[in-house]
Each structure stands twice: as structure tokens, then as C-alpha cells.
């Protein structure tokens, strides 16, 4: 127990990182229509199903139509 107290001050970061870019993610796909590859539905899928930075990280660099 003492060995997860020493390491919640680096943990309790990176779960509110990743959250919010997870929140700011599903935001932008679902009010965007165009998409590079892909399309919504299957950005939702990968952005849920890789939801530890890699699904939002993959959306903004191969799925994000830049207007």
C-alpha cells in the first residue's frame, strides 16, 4: 500500500490529462463531419477502445481534417 501512496502525486497528473484530452477528443469528433480518414464511427470506436492517450494522440494526427 505504501509503494501506491509514493507514486499517487505522478498518477493523479496524468489521469486528469488524460481525461481531458479524452473529453476535448470525443468534442471535436462529434461536432466535426469531416475527417481525413475515417469516419466518426470509427474514430468514436478507436478514441473509447485506446482511451490511454493512444486513441486521441492517433485521432489528432490521422483523423483530424484541418479546416
Known amino acids: 500500500m505504501d ?7 505522478f498518477v493523479i497528473p496524468l489521469v486528469i490529462a488524460e481525461f481531458i484530452l479524452l473529453g476535448y477528443t470525443l468534442y471535436h469528433i462529434l461536432t466535426h463531419s469531416t475527417y481525413k480518414r475515417g469516419n466518426r464511427t470509427l474514430w468514436l470506436i478507436i ?10 494522440i ?7 481534417e484541418d479546416v
Open 3 to 9: 509503494k501506491i501512496m509514493e507514486f499517487l502525486p
Open 47 to 56: 478514441t473509447i477502445v485506446l482511451m490511454n492517450f493512444v486513441g486521441p
Open 58 to 64: 492517433l485521432y489528432f494526427l490521422l483523423g483530424r
